[in-house]
């Protein structure tokens, strides 16, 4: 079936409207009609040809949330009329340990991703969601029970919430654990609401004074100014547990010595270029450790979202028409947002 998206032709032209094909459901299928979606990072780094092998035409988004159209004849999960969401992932083996584990984000097969990712339909590979409509197994479709006037701030969750919520459960943030979250923008201050959520001393740390009292909106009991030293040193050995959600090639030895012993760094942003290689030292005489983190397995993004659902947790976000794409783009480079862009699909109507 046609269908109208917002893509790209090449990395150095601009999104435009433009018509897919998406396939007819099959018996494991659920069609959905999209409404909402994200704008990450990741987008703009793929339709730009930032990452290697970008593949055309591009049409990016895994950000999704929408009301299922159509299921397949062996669906029993959803219905027709369900508002539901798709992250990052379309596909994956199934088989393999990490797949059967429930970890598919870690598939060592590889998982399919929502756009730029090898498929059999056409083109070849995946089209994402800045599109009316997408067909997606159903093994990869997510329930979504926050209330309507919700859905556009939770979209985010797809990505930015299930990419901190993983390791702050994976490293059992909670009552009792201090958490640092690193960078308060699109992923940081998901990672500080979520933290705080579920317990945890929660203290940010910015580079910008100026976010000190954005950071304790979002629910930090505490914020660092990372420039300030006297400040850092405060808090030395006293850390649990801290997200470094920062993509950009930067000093770890400032935040491994925050670390209690047996504490952990976890880098879920990859920079542009690598960072400077760490002092083994502060890791070897606290028995710490720096590890790193992607995204979540589909129940765990789904527990993620009734947590959220629960809580009444959605991201921050600014609304945008599918025809403002390139300009929250450019925006979103300059970190003029706070804290997410979500795309009404509803605009992309008015061509």
Not at 93 to 103: A, I, M, R, V, Y
Not at 106 to 124: H, I, K, R
Request: hydrophobic share 40%.
């Amino acid at each position: 079936m046609v269908t109208q998206a917002y893509g790209a032709y090449a990395a150095d032209r601009m999104l435009e409207p433009i018509e897919i094909a998406r396939r007819e459901p099959g018996p494991h299928d659920v069609q959905i009609d999209i409404a909402w979606c994200g704008v990450c990072h990741s987008d703009l780094h793929t339709i730009r040809s930032e990452w290697a092998g970008t593949h055309y035409p591009c049409v990016p988004g895994h950000e999704i949330v929408g009301t299922v159209s159509a299921v397949g004849t062996a669906v029993s999960g959803f219905a027709v009329g369900d508002t539901v969401g798709v992250g990052c992932m379309v596909d994956s083996c199934q088989h393999c340990p990490s797949c059967g584990e429930g970890l598919e984000q870690f598939c060592e097969n590889g998982f399919t991703g929502t756009y730029n990712g090898a498929t059999p339909d056409a083109p070849g590979h995946t089209l994402g969601g800045y599109s009316q409509r997408i067909v997606v197994s159903d093994k990869f479709v997510l329930k979504i029970r926050h209330s309507e006037d919700q859905l556009a701030a939770v979209a985010p969750l797809l990505c930015a919430g299930i990419t901190t919520w993983s390791p702050l459960r994976h490293w059992k943030a909670g009552p009792g654990k201090k958490v640092g979250i690193v960078g308060i923008g699109g992923l940081g201050h998901m990672g500080v609401k979520l933290a705080h959520a579920l317990g945890a001393e929660t203290v940010a740390f910015t580079t910008s004074e100026a976010k000190r009292q954005d950071a304790l909106d979002l629910g930090a009991d505490q914020v660092i100014v990372s420039r300030n030293a006297d400040e850092m040193a405060a808090h030395a050995n006293s850390f649990d547990l801290i997200l470094n959600t920062v993509a950009v090639s930067h000093d770890l030895d400032a935040y491994t010595a925050l670390l209690k012993r047996d504490g952990a760094l976890v880098l879920v942003g990859v920079p542009e270029h690598r960072h400077p290689a760490p002092d083994v030292s502060a890791l070897i005489f606290k028995r710490r450790s720096i590890a790193g983190s992607l995204i979540g397995g589909i129940a765990e993004t789904q527990e993620m979202l009734d947590f959220c659902a629960e809580k009444g947790i959605v991201a921050e976000i600014e609304t945008i028409a599918a025809q403002d794409i390139d300009r929250a783009y450019d925006r979103m480079v300059k970190s003029d947002v706070k804290y997410r862009f979500v795309i009404d699909i509803a605009t992309m109507a008015n061509g």
